[in-house]
Every structure is written in structure tokens, then in C-alpha cells.
């Protein structure tokens, strides 16, 4: 099947109890610049949205202002979580045509927003649960995000300079669907958007004593856009996919890697904004050196910060992931820095679903 032609992931909206909260949240623990923002002030009536930026990575955090808002039953199905990834395309009109052709089903109709500052075209598709894609193009839009969006206040919420900690790009972004439902959104994605498997991981690639799930990385042409897509696989006890599609209520986005240049300074500055990241035994070190060979990186650093590595043919990766964000156990964060390897860190799957095993334990929810 042809490719959609996406040139990126131009945004990730999430929907959100308290935005304003959770902008202060991303901006002190993740780093991010809120940049703009739409509300009552600037003529919105019907919700409250905060763009937030670091490198080439854009949030938009969405909270309704009434009951009336058309999205608010999300909130008590859902919780906080995301609610839309947007594509940048050149041509919203016939992406969003040729993907209604090929079966995908429509949310919103194609759009020219305008404003002073130009014409913003946006049209959206359904994706998994209750999440969606928006086709959007900017390309003759010079206004700070979109139409109805201004610049933030500097006198209100820029009292103190940004502390940036090297973010730079979304890696990738992760599925979780129901058992049996992961080919069908695998497939979703090559006949709709034309992308192609990249790779599998089955059940004996990731379990542990107790649990496991099985995984499908789908990518766009160009390799930019990538979609690791999860189902729980039958094991013991609960896995972590259960545990997620149980608290957020259906399927939906699990975790959000994102890229830095520099894995050891960006975890030590998070972890100072008191960032809360999975920890592995530290007997995980021990073996470290004689896995992965010789690296950059102090290994005694890496073990004091938590971050994991991984190695295949092209080269070595680091990552490390956050706990849970909100207080359902959902949405998480990935951190990742890539040295050669375009891999997932299929070496530390096990340590690391112990790690999340031993949560689930505390949690109740294994
Ligand atoms: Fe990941």
C-alpha cells in the first residue's frame, strides 16, 4: 500500500483534568516552555489549551471549562492521557480523502482555519480507543500555534526563565489494545497510512515469571513516525497492558519516548525536578560492561541514575522510564538516547518488567 505522505509528528494533545496544573508540571519536571495558550482571554469558550515546547517536541495540554464540552465523559473514562497525535502533511484535503478510502473512519471533516496570521488546515481520523489522528498543515501560518491560540503572558506565567534539559524529539510513541486486537491496528496502519512492520516481539521476547505481552513496531516511509503496538499475552498473573487497558479504560497511548543528546545530563536534571523513574536491581550493573562492551558512559553514573542499555549490530542505545505520570497507573515517559542502535531495548526487557512488576505488586494490580 502507498505511504501517507506524513512529514512528522507535528503535536501530541492531551486531555487533561487541570491544564494549567499539568503545564506547570511539564515545564518544572520536564523542562518544557509553555508557549501559547487558548482560553476564555483569547475568545475560546468551551476549553483551556497550553502549548508547551522543547526542542522539536510540542505538547498541547486541553482541559474543558463545562460539562457541556463535547470530551469531558473522557476525563472520568480515561483520566489524563492522550487524546490526539497530530501529522504534519502538505496536503490535509487529500491525506484525510485517501485515508477514508482505504477504511479509516472519519472524526472531523477537513478545515481552513484563519486568522491574522494565515490559513491552518486540520481534518482527524480515529485511531485506537478512543484516540486520533489529525492531518494538519501550517505551511501558510505564521501565528503562534494555531488559530485561537496567543502568546503566553510573560508577566504570568513566565515569572522565571525556562530550565530546559535537552529534550529534543518524540522517538517514538506506544500503543496498548486489547488481547487479540494488535494485528488489527498493525494492519490499521499499513493499509490506512501505508506504513511498514518494522519488527516483533513475542510473548517468549518479553515475559518474565509472571507476565508478558506481545509487540509490532509500525513506521512511516521516511522512519520518522514509529508506533510500537502492544497486546497482553496469557501468563500467570496480570500484565502491565491489562493493568493500563483496566485504568484507562480501553485502549490508548502507553508510553512517549523522547530523545536527548545527552541521557546523563537530561536524567540528572529531571531527577532533580523530582522526576519519579523505574530503578532496577543494581546487580543489573554488574553484568553490564560484559553485555554491552565498551561504552561512553561511566557505567557507575548510568547505575547511580537508573538508565538501562542495550546494543545490536549498528550500535548501542540508553533509556530510562518514568513512572506513571498520574495517579492511574497509565501514561508514562521514556527517555532515550541513541548511540548507532535503532532498536527498542529488547535486552532490557526483562529487568525492566520485573521493575514494573515489582510496581504492579504495591499497586495490587498483578
Ligand atoms: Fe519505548
Redesign the pocket.
Known sequence: MQDIPLRKIDHVRFFVGNARQSAFFYRNAFGFDVVAYSGLETKVRHEAGYVLRQGDITFVLTSPLSHEHPESQRLLTHGDGVMDIALDVQDVRGCFAEAVKRGAKPMREPEALEDEFGVFETASIKAYGDTTHTFINRDRYRGVFAPGYKHIDPERYQTSTSRPVGLAAID?M?ANVEEGKMNEWVEFYRKILGFSQLVSFDDKDISTEYSALMSKVVQNGTGRVKF?INEPAKAKRRSQIDEYLQYYGGPGVQ?I?LITGDIVKTVRAMRANDVSFLRVPRTYYDTLQERVGAIKEDIDELADLGILVDKDDEGYML?IFTKPVADRPTLFF?V?QRRGSKS??KGNFKALFEAIEREQEIRGTL
Open positions: 517514538h506506544v510500537p508510553h519516548a533509556q521514556e532515550i527498542f531495548g
